[in-house]
């Protein structure tokens, strides 16, 4: 537990910091920044589709798949920080 929340409600709290960032980067951008619409498009489906079946994966098997697969994915992460770092 941190911060009195378990860790499938910290991940739900962070998605929604995410989204909020991300919101603030969007207006950011469109003003300043000449956008590639379409790929920008394609990464939003994309990402929806992800976080639609990560949340339902994470409903439907609870606290512990989501542990598992956070710390799978930071695992992978650091090996590849590790490659380019040092191995490149």
Not at 44 to 51: D, I
Not at 67 to 84: E, G, P, S
């Amino acid at each position: 537990r941190f911060l009195g929340m378990d860790f499938l409600r910290a991940s739900v709290t962070a998605k929604i910091l995410n989204v909020a960032t991300n919101a603030a980067a969007i207006s950011f951008f469109v003003g300043n920044v000449e956008l590639l619409w379409k790929l920008a498009a394609v990464m939003a489906v994309c990402n929806l589709a992800g976080a639609l079946l990560g949340s339902r994966m994470a409903l439907k098997h609870g606290v512990v798949f989501v542990r598992k697969m956070f710390l799978a994915v930071v695992t992978v992460l650091i090996a590849r920080l590790a490659y380019d770092t040092f191995l490149r």
